[in-house]
C-alpha cells in the first residue's frame, strides 16, 4: 500500500523567506505526483503535477521536484507571502490505480507579516 | 464556466440515518470521484464514476455507495452512518482522456454526524 509522508506537520515563517515543503512515498512505482492547496475548510487548488518521466515543474514562485528513486519530492516556495498561508497537500498517482490521488496530511503553513 | 458546485454545503445527520450528497461537475468533464477527508487528515479515495459505472473503489465499506447521472452530475450515498463518518467530502471532476492528470475539486460538503 502507498503510504505518503509530508514534513514537517506544521511551519511558521516570516514574510519573505524562502521555504522547502517535503513528501515521501514508499512505491516508486508511480505515475505522477501532485501538490495542491487547501485554505482552511474548503476544496483543493492544484498548484503543479510532475509525470514520473519528469524531474521538476515550475509555476511563478512555486517549484516542485520528484526524485522517484528515492520516493521524494519537494516544494520550494519563493519569496514568501501572507497569501501563502495554507496547507499544502502531496498526492500521488500508482500504476494499476491511477484513478486515485493517495494523499499525505499535509503541511499547515503560517507566513507572518 | 461553473467551477465543480458540491450540495450541501454543510450537513449534521445522527447515528443509524442515510445521507446523500450531490455534486455536478465542472462544464464539460465526464468523470467524477469522490473522496473523504477527516479533520486533520488528508483525503481518502472512495470510488470514481464514469459513464455510470463506478470504475475504481477505494478502501471503504459498502455503506458507501454512489451514483452518476446521464448528465454526469453524481451523488454519494452513505447508509448507517457511524460517527466516524464525520468528515468533509470533496467531489473532484475531469474530462476521462485526462483522468490520470487534471482534476478540479468542489468546496465540500461537511457532514457532522451526533
Known amino acids: 500500500k502507498q503510504e505518503v509522508t509530508q514534513i514537517p506537520a506544521a511551519l511558521s515563517v516570516p514574510e519573505g523567506e524562502n521555504l522547502v515543503l517535503n513528501c515521501s512515498f514508499t512505491?516508486?512505482?508511480?505515475?505522477?505526483l501532485q501538490w495542491f492547496r487547501q485554505d482552511p475548510g474548503k476544496g483543493l487548488t492544484s498548484l503543479l503535477l510532475?509525470?514520473?518521466?519528469?524531474r521538476e515543474q515550475t509555476s511563478g514562485r512555486l517549484n516542485a521536484s520528484l526524485d522517484k528513486s528515492s520516493g521524494r519530492s519537494t516544494l520550494y516556495i519563493a519569496a514568501s507571502q501572507p497569501g501563502d498561508s495554507a496547507t499544502y497537500l502531496c498526492?500521488?498517482?500508482?500504476?494499476?490505480?491511477?484513478?486515485?490521488?493517495?494523499f499525505g496530511k499535509g503541511t499547515s503553513l503560517l507566513v507572518t507579516p | 464556466d461553473a467551477g465543480v458546485t458540491q450540495s450541501p454545503t454543510h450537513l449534521i445527520k445522527t447515528r443509524g440515518q442515510q445521507v446523500t450528497l450531490r455534486c455536478s461537475p465542472k462544464?464539460?468533464?465526464?468523470?467524477v470521484s469522490w473522496y473523504q477527508q477527516a479533520l486533520g487528515q488528508g483525503p481518502q479515495f472512495i470510488f470514481q464514476?464514469?459513464?455510470?459505472?463506478?470504475?475504481q473503489r477505494g478502501n471503504f465499506p459498502d455503506r458507501f455507495s454512489g451514483h452518476q447521472f446521464p448528465n454526469y452530475s453524481s451523488e454519494l450515498n452513505v447508509n448507517a452512518l457511524l460517527l466516524g463518518d464525520s468528515a468533509l467530502y470533496l467531489c473532484?471532476?475531469?474530462?476521462?482522456?485526462?483522468?490520470?492528470?487534471?482534476?478540479?475539486f468542489g468546496p465540500g460538503t461537511r457532514l457532522t454526524v451526533l
Open positions: 498526492a500521488v498517482r500508482v500504476w494499476g490505480k491511477e484513478y486515485a490521488l493517495n
Open positions: 512505491d516508486s512505482a508511480i505515475y505522477n
Open positions: 464514476y464514469y459513464e455510470e459505472e463506478e470504475r
Open positions: 473532484a471532476s475531469s474530462l476521462v482522456q485526462l483522468s490520470y492528470n487534471e482534476q478540479f
Open positions: 510532475i509525470q514520473s518521466s519528469q
Open positions: 462544464s464539460g468533464h465526464d468523470t
